[in-house]
Structures are given as structure tokens and as C-alpha cells.
């Protein structure tokens, strides 16, 4: 699936089963939200915290979908094309980033 068909699958979704899409504030809470449940699973999966009894089958996938689908929701409703958008930024960090990592003595293994 591209991001365009994506981006169009979402938008039948909506006006189909969802009604109408959430307005654009609506939408941003919704995202800061759905970021913040991945946060949380990432944060007992790999950090230090501990899951609580229950917790534990928490689904990271599901949890990226979702922020995906928001984030693709809020494309959809401001006119951004994300595929040309990741083709833009990824041209931006091959010209601004190319020897910066590779040069950071941070990253060396």
C-alpha cells in the first residue's frame, strides 16, 4: 500500500463509516493521545518501567496504526500529500544529514 492509497483508503473510511472527520484540533489531541499509549507500551518494553498486571499484552502495532491513521486523517483534512511530503523531507535529510550522523562520535560503534 503507498501513502496515497492510504491516505484515500482512510478518506472512504471516513466519509463512509465515520461520518465526518474530527476537526483539526480535535484530530491533534487525538494524535498527542495515540502517541502517548505507543509511549507508554515502548516505555515497558524497552525502558525501565514494569507493566501492571494486564498491561502486558498491550499491542505496539496497533498502537502505530493508530497514530498512523490520525496522522493521515489530519493530511487528509489540511491537503498535505504525504507521499510527496516523505519524498521532500527525505531529499532534505540526504542533503542537510549526509555526513552529519556519520560523522557524530556519538554513533560510533
Not at 1 to 23: P, S
Not at 60 to 69: G, I, R, S, T, Y
Request: glycine share 4%; hydrophobic share 40%; aromatic share 6%.
Amino acid at each position: 500500500m503507498t501513502l496515497t492509497d492510504l491516505q484515500q483508503l482512510v478518506d472512504t473510511w471516513i466519509k463512509k463509516e465515520g461520518v465526518r472527520y474530527f476537526n483539526e484540533m480535535t484530530n491533534m489531541v487525538i494524535l498527542t493521545e495515540e502517541v502517548g499509549e505507543l509511549a507508554r507500551i515502548i516505555a515497558r518494553k524497552y525502558g525501565e518501567q514494569s507493566f501492571k498486571p494486564g498491561e502486558e499484552k498491550a499491542d505496539m502495532a496497533d498502537e502505530m496504526a493508530d497514530v498512523l491513521w490520525v496522522l493521515t486523517c489530519l493530511a487528509n483534512q489540511t491537503g498535505v500529500n504525504l507521499e510527496e511530503a516523505m519524498l521532500k523531507n527525505l531529499e532534505k535529510k540526504n542533503s542537510r544529514d549526509k555526513l552529519r550522523h556519520k560523522q557524530n562520535p556519538k554513533l560510533k560503534e
